[in-house]
């Protein structure tokens, strides 16, 4: 029974090319996030959404489009990949906003050729 | 913006030896809270610090929270080799609601 759940685990990809990224809790929560952990192990922040809604967005370039469907699902879309994109991305979910404790998914390695 | 910095980046240690890692907030800070993420894993909370001066314990593992709630630290005692891994402040300011995290201090156990 995996709290936080993404998809895929492993994802290689051409230069160019848009993908998506699944995330899903069977937490009950009401708060999810998007990560992006590069070489170095530094996790920054993307997106966090609150019962489907957008309450946090870093500077990230706009070729990075999340979705929330419900509040149990937090999709990550991008588009025209760069090689810079390349990294761990961790979902995470937390009872509310508040910066409260965060589960995090087992991350998406993503490599962009 | 606020900051969150963590040192050492690294530390390598004998298994036995005792090992701590520092973190330091340019802001104030509502809460603190610590992750590990084990080589190849994700990070998985350990605990989470909320009122000045406050000291906790798990085991081996100390955590404490300043006087002034802008920094913490964490110290293992007697180190093992499941303890190797990456651990991460991370901490809160109260008109934000967002966790900033730490660069991470990754520790090796040599047995």
């Known amino acids: 029974d995996t709290a936080v759940s993404q998809t895929p685990k492993y994802l290689v990809t051409q230069m160019g090319n848009d993908k998506s990224i699944k995330c899903e809790q069977n937490?009950?929560?009401?708060?999810m996030y998007w990560y992006k952990q590069d070489s170095k192990k530094f996790l920054k922040i993307m997106f966090s959404?609150?019962?489907?809604?957008?309450?946090i967005n870093e500077t990230v370039p706009n070729r990075f489009s999340p979705k929330s469907p419900d509040k149990a699902h937090l999709n990550l879309h991008i588009n025209s990949l760069e090689l810079g994109d390349s990294a761990v991305y961790f979902c995470a979910s937390s009872q509310d906003y508040r910066a409260d404790t965060q589960y995090f998914g087992p991350g998406t390695r993503l490599t962009v050729l | 913006g606020q900051q969150v910095m963590q040192i050492p980046q690294y530390q390598h240690v004998q298994e036995g030896e005792d090992f701590t890692t520092y973190c330091n907030s340019s802001?104030?800070?509502?809460?603190i809270q610590w992750y590990k993420q084990r080589p190849g894993g994700h990070p998985v909370f350990l605990i989470q610090?909320?009122?000045?001066?406050e000291v906790k314990k798990q085991k081996r593992l100390t955590f404490q929270f300043g006087e002034a709630k802008k920094n913490s630290s964490l110290h293992i005692t007697a180190t093992q080799t499941t303890d190797v891994g990456t651990y991460f402040c991370a901490g809160s300011s109260s008109n934000t609601g967002k966790l900033i995290f730490g660069q991470g201090t990754t520790l090796q156990v040599k047995p």
């Open positions: 802001t104030t800070l509502s809460n």
């Open positions: 937490l009950g929560h009401d708060t």
């Open positions: 610090l909320v009122k000045s001066g």
């Open positions: 959404y609150n019962n489907k809604e957008l309450i």
